[in-house]
């Protein structure tokens, strides 16, 4: 069965924190590995990643994926309060012409003053 | 472009009553997919189309839960007869193609009595 598994499952770091989360995934046809931020309401896209080794930027935050060692990781660095939110990771299906996304549990991140 | 959209944004019923969930997906986009999110058990898809035509409904938890799509811009999920159990935010998400990101709407919370 196809899944993904982050961690850890929670963190609580004060602000100015450097932070790393983790996800791997095992799934049989993979397309795509994304990463979603979810604050009190829906999720949103940070980023979309599908070669190894190439690292993508946002301002602090940066992912990089290892398709060999099937795990990505997303940094944030400086960490601010308004980090805190949950952090998702999500695998696209390759199968067929499926749009399916696999999602793992989340990392709660908590950011303190 | 006003993004993914959906109604109620909250609804409270009583076990046993129907209820009808909405969403408006963004304008051109191909894909269309149902989510509930708990606590417990985090983001699940439920349903998903492509080009209005249902998919993959594996994860409808049972016969009380249907979803339809009419047109490209408008789907619902109905849930007949409403259980306690079925409380959670329901989310409506849209893509463009197949292993894209996607983008979700502000959801709808649903609590039932």
């Known amino acids: 069965e196809d899944k993904v598994v982050q961690s850890p499952l929670s963190l609580v770091v004060h602000e100015g924190d450097t932070v790393t989360l983790n996800c791997s995934y095992e799934?049989?046809?993979?397309?795509?590995l994304l990463w979603y931020k979810q604050e009190k309401k829906a999720p949103t896209f940070l980023f979309m990643l599908t070669s190894s080794g190439i690292e993508k930027k946002s301002g602090r935050l940066s992912s990089i994926l290892d398709k060999k060692e099937l795990f990505s990781i997303l940094n944030i660095t400086a960490t601010q309060t308004g980090d805190s939110a949950v952090y998702l990771c999500?695998?696209?299906?390759?199968?067929?012409?499926?749009?399916?996304?696999?999602f793992g549990q989340g990392t709660t991140l908590q950011v303190k003053p | 472009d006003a993004g993914v959209i959906q109604s109620p944004r909250h609804e409270v019923t009583e076990m046993g009553q129907e209820v009808t969930l909405r969403c408006k997906p963004i304008s051109g986009h191909d894909y269309l997919f149902w989510y509930r999110q708990t606590m417990m058990r985090g983001l699940e898809l439920l349903i998903y189309?492509?080009?209005?035509?249902?998919?993959?409904d594996s994860g409808m938890p049972e016969d009380r839960f249907s979803a339809k799509m009419p047109n490209a811009s408008f789907s619902t999920l109905k849930i007949q007869p409403s259980e306690p159990r079925d409380s959670a935010v329901y989310f409506c998400?849209?893509?463009?193609?197949?292993?894209?990101?996607?983008?979700f709407g502000p959801g709808t919370r649903l609590t039932v009595l």
């Open positions: 189309f492509n080009n209005n035509v249902p998919i993959d």
């Open positions: 998400a849209s893509s463009l193609r197949s292993g894209n990101e996607q983008f």
């Open positions: 799934v049989t046809n993979f397309r795509s």
């Open positions: 999500a695998v696209g299906d390759g199968s067929g012409n499926t749009g399916k996304l696999i």
